[in-house]
């Protein structure tokens, strides 16, 4: 870049040396000289719009470099400012760069950038894809990136490296893993019967509302399908599968500032939809909350926003 630099401004001194030439050696204003010097004023415009490109080009390389040293001491130092997205530590406040370019018109933008500042989404920018169906890994490994940023320390999910593969299908190698592997270990149904776990299918409503309402107890609940189609009066009522059906009921009490599970993910709804596939700005909408209403202490990304605020 250097050389190129060098060679744009010998094209530039040699224009300009011509031009005086021409102008010192011309004394009329014969056709041929008037031709010469406006080639050579041409030319040297031309070789000092390539040495100003160059020079521009030049100080960007320069500002990169710079930038990577920089990033290259904070590592060396453990002082890198970017957070582990695989390590988020209890009540995480600190705000995060990340920025979504594509909330504009979604419903659970104020929750889902909440989250954000909690460094639960640290990974996704800057696009979080609202309307793209959520997976199961991807769904658990948000659940419990979420419930220990906004739960203290007594309340928090724990990984579990030291325990054996949880599901068949769900090896060390999966970006879910260890999310995965915490629940599991911790005595949550988050899998199948058949010992699988499918990380890389979509959740669906019924799953998601199972998982998450479970941690929010803090067990496993029963089938209850006669009092959920009590409460909720959800016209497909009768399609939510029976294993689903206590926690689909116990989200009704487990509400909050901006209603329960259902609600905040999917609004106010006659029907459930049971087997569809969950968004991830739907997703997003569960996990602004954790626990049941009522718990001691912050349970919601707000609450802990504002308490990293005032502190």
């Not at 040293?69 to 990340?98: I, Q, W, Y």
């Not at 911790?186 to 890389?200: L, Q, V």
């Not at 979509?202 to 509302?209: G, H, S």
């Amino acid at each position: 870049m250097t050389l190129l630099i060098k060679s744009a401004l010998s094209k530039y001194l040699i224009a300009s040396c011509g031009i005086m030439m021409m102008a010192g050696l011309t004394t009329g204003c014969s056709s041929s000289a008037d031709k010469e010097r406006e080639n050579l004023k041409r030319e040297l415009s031309e070789a000092k719009a390539e040495s100003s490109s160059l020079q521009s080009q030049l100080k960007l390389m320069q500002n990169s470099n710079d930038q990577k040293k920089e990033r290259l001491n904070e590592t060396e130092t453990g002082a890198a400012t970017t957070p582990d997205t695989n390590s988020f530590p209890s009540n995480s406040t600190g705000v995060t760069t990340v920025q979504f370019t594509d909330l504009a018109d979604v419903p659970d933008k104020e929750m889902i950038e909440q989250l954000a500042q909690l460094h639960v989404f640290d990974d996704l920018a800057p696009t979080f894809k609202p309307n793209q169906p959520i997976t199961r890994g991807e769904y658990i490994t948000w659940l419990y990136r979420s419930y220990n940023a906004i739960l203290p320390k007594d309340k928090q999910l724990r990984l579990s490296p030291q325990s054996a593969q949880q599901f068949k299908d769900t090896p060390a190698g999966h970006p879910a893993y260890k999310y995965v592997q915490a629940l599991a270990n911790a005595g949550y149904s988050i899998g199948y019967k058949d010992g699988t776990f499918k990380p890389d299918q979509p959740i669906t409503r019924e799953e998601m509302i199972g998982i998450k309402v479970g941690l929010d107890v803090g067990k496993d609940l029963p089938p209850y399908r006669s009092q959920m189609e009590h409460v909720w009066k959800f016209s497909d009522g009768k399609t939510v599968d029976e294993r689903f059906t206590g926690y689909v009921h116990q989200d009704y009490y487990t509400s909050g500032p901006n209603g329960s599970n259902i609600q905040r993910a999917f609004g106010k709804i006659g029907s459930f939809k049971a087997k569809q596939p969950v968004l991830r700005y739907e997703a997003a909408g569960t996990l602004w909350q954790q626990g049941q209403f009522g718990n001691n202490g912050g349970i919601t990304a707000a609450d802990t926003k504002n308490k990293a605020v005032t502190n």
